[in-house]
């Protein structure tokens, strides 16, 4: 088992920035990717960013390519996303999530970030 705690969101104004983290404990060493997506009212839940932990391969979805950066420090088991320039459209719960090797999905509690004047 794996347990994901995120941590960093709130209210910013538009082109702000965010950096959210999450800690992963349990079973780290069994994790091969991690990631964030992000669920806003009313619309579809949106793979935003993933990051393979052996290589260091990363995924961005195009509407945060350039914006949004995924890192991880693997002595801590600590996965991060830094926001910049983030719009009002980027408001949303950002959800941390784990996949085992073995095909194991995990999932935070969500950290909520607002972008509002």
């Known amino acids: 088992q794996v347990q994901l705690v995120e941590s960093g969101g709130g209210l910013v104004q538009p082109g702000g920035s965010l950096r959210l983290s999450c800690a992963a404990s349990g079973s780290t060493s069994t994790i091969n990717a991690m990631g964030w997506y992000r669920q806003a009212p009313g619309k579809q839940r949106e793979v935003v960013a993933s990051?393979?932990?052996?290589?260091?391969?990363?995924n961005y979805a195009d509407s945060v390519k350039g914006r949004f950066t995924i890192s991880t420090d693997n002595a801590k088991n600590t996965v991060n996303l830094q926001m910049i320039s983030l719009k009002p459209d980027d408001t949303a719960t950002y959800y941390c999530?784990?996949?085992?090797?073995?095909?194991?999905?995990?999932r935070g509690q969500g950290t909520q970030v607002t972008v509002s004047s």
């Open positions: 999530t784990a996949e085992s090797w073995s095909g194991d999905y995990y």
């Open positions: 990051i393979d932990i052996s290589s260091g391969s990363t």
